[in-house]
Structure formats: structure tokens, C-alpha cells
């Protein structure tokens, strides 16, 4: 039977079937001693439920659409999978002293995973006043650039919820990231109504007792599609995000090519598109400046991380042949 992972249960994929019944399940042996491959939140599965046994057997684990890695920055070859079969990624954001620095890298974190990106702007009553709310609202709209939409909300404020609602219709789903406090599991309640849900996050530790993760959960959203809050997403270190950051700054990377000089760093060059951009106001100075940091900051990382390989005299075919072995 085919199903959506909605939760993992201690470890154990909590599987929704095609009938909406929920069952706990493990991984078919054969899946799991090919290759390292374990059923996260939002992987569509094949079940089978065996009889006489107290748990379906995941069979097959279908590919996936979008995913959410966290990259370990010391382990550079272990990547861990946190969420699969995403549309859109939500960055939540309080309005009230904004973080924009931060704001920049959740962009880049969620534009990386290859799914649609929003921001909300989260506890706007919080705010003393509209110019307040439309102060915030516009900086982090010029950061995030026009692909972006960026929504403010508040509990409070019903019609703010709906509006959020309107960006996950239904077959769609949703992961939802932030620092913890911002009004992330607020934010879920609300969207799910009167669905029953299990809020309280589980900490677990694994084997060795050294990482705690916390539980996800997928919700389902009356008359849309349904929302997966990730609180275990923090570390926001860019090692390998360059894919985030062109999806980022795709307005100012496709500018580039007009640029005169080809590696135009748009600073002072003459003959620069990106500059003439942000003159002619179609981009916002905040943004290239924000594309600018980030990009010295990944070619330093990326520079310090050549050097660490030659110190070491590791040679490109051992790193092939680590990375092949851990899959
Ligand atoms: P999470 O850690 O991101 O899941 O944040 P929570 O949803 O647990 O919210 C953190 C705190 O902020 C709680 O005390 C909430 O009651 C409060 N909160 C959530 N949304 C709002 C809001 O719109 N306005 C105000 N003033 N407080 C809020
Ligand atoms: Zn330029």
C-alpha cells in the first residue's frame, strides 16, 4: 500500500496510508543493507503490512521531489535528510527587531532545498504602530527579493492566518523553519484548527547518545494541504550553499551577465547591470549587499577548505572514494 511518512515514532516511520489510517512501521531489511537509505518526514512509501505482525514494513522509499539536508560542516561527507516532498519552505521571522542577518541565511537554507520560498513575519501585534509593521515588511522584502512573498501575522489576527493558509492549497506541504520562540508551533495550531495534534515535541537520543533530535510532525490543514514545523534546524553555516545563494539571488545573478567585465564583483566597475539595478531601484542596495557578504564569506570557506585538504595531501580520488562509501 502506498503512504506518506507524517512523524517518525522513535525512530520508527509513523506511515499514513491512502485510507488516512495511521501505522507504525520499519524498514524492510533489504532496503536498509543496500544502501543507507531511511524514510523520512514526507517520503512516499510502499507498505506492506504482513499478517500477524505488529507493524507495517516499509518496502520502498520513492525519490525525492525536494529535500532538507543539514550538512554536518565537521563531517563534511555526512549529510543528513531531514524532511522530504516539500512545495514551499515558510522562514519565520519575528517583525518586532527583525534579524535580518539571520533572515538572510534561512533564505539562502531554504532556497538551497530547491522547493518555493515565503517569509511571515511573525507577532506583528507586538509592533507600536502600521509604520512599524510596513518598516519591517518592506526590509525584508528588499532582502528577499520580488520572488518572495512576505507575509506579516499575528495569533491574534484571523484574517493573517488565512493568509498564510493560502499559500499551502491542498495536495501541497509546507516545512516551516525559525528560531525557536518566534511563533512557529502558534503558527501550526492555528493553521490546523481543531485537528488534533501532538505539540509537544519528543526528544529522543539515538544509540550513542549523542545528538538529540526532536520529533516532526506533519499537520494537515483544513481546506489546504499540510505544514511540517522543523524545530531542529539551526547552524546556519554556508559550507556548500552555493546553490542556495544563485537561487537566492537569482535576480542579481542573471543581472551579472550583462555586467561588462565578467567577473564584475558590482562594487564600483564601470558597465555594471547589477549597480544600474539598484540605481534605477528595481533592487534594493540592502539585497546586494547581502549577496555580496554572503558570497566572500562562501569563498572563504571555500578557500580555507582547499587549504585543510592540501595540508592534509588528501587527493581528490580518496575524497570520490569516502563519499561513494558513505552513499
Ligand atoms: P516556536 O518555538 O517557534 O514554536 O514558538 P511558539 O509557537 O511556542 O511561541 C513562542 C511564544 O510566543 C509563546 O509564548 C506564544 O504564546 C507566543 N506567541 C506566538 N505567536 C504570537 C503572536 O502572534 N503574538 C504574540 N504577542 N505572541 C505570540
Ligand atoms: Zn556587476
Redesign the pocket.
Known amino acids: 500500500m502506498r503512504g506518506t511518512v507524517v512523524k517518525l515514532d522513535r525512530g520508527f516511520p509513523l506511515v499514513r496510508l491512502s485510507d488516512a489510517t495511521l501505522v507504525r512501521c520499519e524498514h524492510a531489511k533489504a532496503l536498509v543493507k543496500n544502501k543507507d537509505y531511511r524514510a523520512v518526514i514526507g517520503d512516499e512509501v510502499e507498505v506492506d503490512l504482513p499478517d500477524g505482525h505488529d507493524k507495517g514494513v516499509i518496502v520502498e522509499v520513492a525519490p525525492r521531489r525536494t529535500s532538507f539536508v543539514r550538512k554536518d560542516p565537521a563531517e563534511q561527507s555526512r549529510a543528513q535528510v531531514l524532511a522530504a516532498n516539500f512545495d514551499l519552505v515558510i522562514v ?1 521571522e519575528p517583525l518586532v527587531q527583525t534579524n535580518l542577518k539571520r533572515l538572510e541565511r534561512e533564505l539562502v537554507l531554504a532556497h538551497e532545498t530547491g522547493a518555493h520560498v515565503a517569509v511571515v513575519l ?5 509592533a507600536s504602530d502600521g509604520g512599524e509593521v510596513e518598516q519591517a515588511r518592506k526590509a525584508a522584502s528588499d532582502l528577499a527579493g520580488h520572488d518572495v512573498d512576505v507575509l506579516v ?4 489576527d484571523a484574517e493573517s492566518i488565512e493568509n498564510v493558509r493560502q499559500l499551502i492549497p491542498a495536495e501541497t506541504t509546507a516545512v516551516l523553519i ?10 501550526v ?1 492555528l493553521l490546523a484548527g481543531s485537528e488534533l495534534q501532538d505539540t509537544s515535541p519528543v526528544r529522543e537520543r539515538d544509540g550513542k547518545g549523542r545528538h538529540t533530535t526532536v520529533d516532526r510532525v506533519m499537520v494537515r490543514v483544513p481546506g489546504g494541504g499540510q505544514i511540517v ?1 522543523m ?1 531542529g534546524v539551526r547552524g546556519l553555516g554556508l559550507w556548500d550553499a552555493d546553490q542556495g545563494i544563485s537561487r537566492a539571488f537569482r535576480d542579481i545573478e542573471e543581472l551579472s551577465a550583462q555586467c561588462r567585465f565578467r567577473d564584475c564583483k558590482h562594487a564600483d566597475e564601470p558597465g555594471c547591470a547589477v549597480l544600474a539595478a539598484v540605481e534605477g531601484g528595481e533592487l534594493a542596495q540592502s539585497r546586494l549587499d547581502s549577496y555580496r557578504s554572503l558570497m566572500t564569506e562562501l569563498e572563504g570557506i571555500r578557500a580555507r577548505r582547499e587549504e585543510a585538504r592540501h595540508l592534509r595531501g588528501e587527493k581528490a580520488s580518496d575524497r570520490k572514494k569516502r563519499r561513494r562509501r558513505n552513499g
Open positions: 519565520a511573525t507577532k506583528a501585534d507586538l501575522m499575528a495569533a491574534s525559525g528560531k525557536s520562540g518566534v511563533g512557529k508551533s502558534s503558527l495550531n514545523d524545530p
